[in-house]
């Protein structure tokens, strides 16, 4: 079935659009920030691109993308960009409930599976 998409392809796609080097893994385990230093707005404009590039949809107007990522009401998938403590970090540091949590490139490649496989269920009815 041309719609199956497999983590090499993947793998291959996330390379290119970071322009991340040969030399560097890329694994299921690979964490966007802390492996590939994606955060803040590039790990936003990463999820709008692989939306883009595989023709899915992360987002509901009820849920927006927690669904997706399986998030809890105080998880986060990046940090914010900047100098200093975020809002969101000095946030967690006062409250303690703000986390971002570890992302990884695994993740985000089932979430994109999981959804064009939904998306093609659907077209198929």
Not at 65 to 94: C, T
């Amino acid at each position: 079935m041309e719609d199956d998409l497999t983590f090499d392809e993947f793998a291959v796609w996330l390379r290119g659009y970071r322009k991340i080097p040969i030399r560097k893994a890329i694994t299921l385990e690979t964490q966007f920030e802390r492996d590939l230093g994606i955060t803040g707005d590039d790990g936003v404009e990463l999820l709008q691109a692989a939306a883009q590039r595989f023709m899915v949809k992360f987002e509901s107007e009820e849920t927006g993308p927690r669904e997706s990522f399986n998030l809890q009401a105080n998880e986060y998938l990046f940090n914010a960009e900047g100098w200093g403590p975020s809002p969101g970090e000095l946030s967690s540091l006062i409250s303690r409930q703000s986390v971002v949590r570890k992302f990884t490139v695994g993740e985000l490649y089932e979430a994109v599976a999981r959804t064009k496989s939904r998306g093609t269920d659907s077209r198929q009815q």
